[in-house]
């Protein structure tokens, strides 16, 4: 039961605060993580997997399609489609005529709002 709840609280909606290849030293109850590239220690064999600490252990989910999750470090939301990945967004526009700068600037206002949201970065 304690483990169900455990799992409940993790993944309902899951804050990472980040993506590592091993444990942190001291992880505090309930941290989670997003596990990279050539997972070491207790995280062997759980690449891409969220790991989050409970009762003193390790515990691990491995992510299904449209998975999401936030993440502190790069203040981005991050989604699971064979890989996590993050919105990135286009650059904005430059050149152009005069009727242009009016597109233009509607655009950087479209992307700096969805910066933002955290969609994107």
């Keep these: 039961m304690n483990e169900a709840l455990a799992r409940v609280d993790a993944l309902l909606a899951p804050v990472i605060e980040g993506e590592a290849s091993s444990p942190p030293v001291a992880p505090a109850p309930g941290e989670c ?3 990279g590239a050539q997972p070491q220690d207790s995280w062997e064999e759980r690449e891409g997997s969220i790991a ?6 390790w515990m691990f989910a491995m992510p299904q399609a449209g ?3 936030f993440d502190k470090s790069s203040g981005t939301t991050l989604r699971w489609m064979d890989g996590w990945h993050a919105l990135t967004l286009p650059a904005a526009p430059a050149g ?4 242009d700068e009016e597109a233009r600037a509607a655009i950087v206002a479209l992307v700096d709002s969805l910066r933002a949201v955290g969609l994107g970065s």
């Design 33 to 35: 993580w997003i596990v």
């Design 52 to 57: 989050f600490f409970s009762a003193g252990a």
């Design 67 to 69: 998975w999401q999750v």
């Design 96 to 99: 152009g005529g005069v009727i």
